[in-house]
């Protein structure tokens, strides 16, 4: 199910994880879930596939490409691709509307070493 400001999303949840408004399409991890560990979300029994640290993003519902993710009530940026119920919502499927994303990976190719033999930063 689909959610927007004044809706909310049925079924229970894990208390593992903190829905900060009701209209959130998102909940955030209380703590680490390891892979393998199985989640209530919106009443449906999710398997975490891959380690997910405190404080990520799993989506609560089926989210569209193109939707904008909500977070405290608010947009926090937009989908690249569609989220199931249950996936980690992070860089690889999401754009912040607002500002550039920067991840890690990114940082590190933009500064590759050049060719001068200087490898600092």
Not at 79 to 105: E, P
Request: charged content about 25%.
């Amino acid at each position: 199910m689909k959610t927007w400001a004044g809706e909310g999303i049925e079924g229970e949840t894990d208390n593992r994880l903190l829905v900060l408004a009701p209209e959130d399409n998102v909940a955030v991890l209380r703590e680490a879930i390891p892979a393998g560990e199985t989640l209530i979300v919106s009443g449906l029994e999710i398997t975490v596939t891959a380690y997910l640290g405190a404080g990520h993003k799993l989506a609560r519902c089926d989210i569209a490409t193109g939707d904008k993710i909500l977070k405290y009530g608010a947009p926090i940026g937009s989908t690249t691709r569609a989220i199931a119920t249950g996936d980690h919502v992070h860089l690889h499927n999401i754009k912040s509307d607002y500002t550039q994303s920067h991840s890690l990976d990114a940082a590190r190719k933009h500064h590759e070493p050049n060719k001068g033999g200087s490898d600092a930063f």
